[in-house]
């Protein structure tokens, strides 16, 4: 069955065409969700809600993209509306928002660091990273997730976040170098260099 | 900006292969000679790793199983709500017809009532129509027109 067949089908509501399209596609929407919320049952939730979502507004997908592209944009939209619901809820690590090159470090709150060793725990890796990505600009951090999460060739990205491939450059550049200057900062300040 | 600064500026490419053959090499040899370098640079591949092990992380199977649930759940809820949606028309429309009737029926029989009740009662029969232009009611008129 061509995409464009199974589409026409789960448009008339039938339920078999509508579970091959999850089963094809969850993985895609899944990977994304966790590159925003880098937890399990957060990205399983939001997946959830974005096929909800399918089977509720198939009707205004027009078919002129790939369905791929479509379900990655209400993903990175619901992920990013799923953050600013549950923003402040598990603020363990805060980020300095004067965005000041000094002071823009992770002031982590794990108690059980222990800063006399160098090496980060892989707990440690993982909270610096998520708050490094979390503190991107909403189109550096959706064009990097949809790079190194899913990835997407700059093509891709332009389509799904609908600019010039150019810009798409521009951001995943300024993305990794952000990236860079947050987590090296982070490593000098937990480790005294 | 001394060599530990260029080669920090540039880890993360490094990490993702993303220079050229000349400074990739440049960036090894350093890192194999700089301690410092090379502990910031073990940290950063640690951390950006975690998003390899993150992409890995196993969808729970019975995930399309929910979703599909959830779809029914939302088709059963819509349906519920289109059948409450229909009666409560319907009942909206017969309380409006009936309002109306009764309005109707109310008006007829009050209106019934006391016509027949004025009638029975009134003193007043009028047995003479008088008009404007009557000429028997010109006679003033005339009078006053045959003075002239
Ligand atoms: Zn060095």
Known sequence: MTEKELLIKVKQKNQKAFTLLVEQHKSLVFNTAIGFLHNKVNAEDVTQEVFIKTWTSIESFRGESKISTWLYRLTVNMSINYLKKNTNKNNIISIDKKNNENSAMLDIEDKNQNNSDKLLTNKEHSKALKYAIDSLSQRQRTSFILNKYENLSYKDIAEVMEISISSVESLLHRAKKNLQKKLLNYYKKTASF | ?148
């Open chain 2, 1 to 148: 900006m001394n060599d530990c600064t260029k080669i920090e500026n540039n880890l993360i490419f490094f990490y993702y292969k993303e220079l050229n053959k000349e400074k990739m090499e440049q960036i090894n040899v350093h890192l194999l000679n700089c301690s410092k370098c090379e502990i910031l640079y073990n940290q950063l591949a640690n951390s950006l790793s975690v998003i390899d092990i993150e992409k890995n992380t196993d969808i729970d199977l019975l995930l399309t199983n929910k979703i599909i649930e959830q779809v029914l759940l939302v088709e059963k809820n819509k349906k519920g709500k289109n059948n409450s949606v229909v009666f409560k028309k319907l009942i909206q429309t017969t309380l409006t017809v009936a309002a109306i009737s009764v309005g109707i029926f109310f008006g007829v029989f009050i209106g019934g009532f006391y016509e027949s009740a004025n009638i029975a009662n009134s003193n007043f029969e009028q047995t003479e129509v008088f008009y404007f232009n009557d000429l028997e009611q010109e006679a003033f008129l005339s009078e006053i027109i045959n003075n002239e």
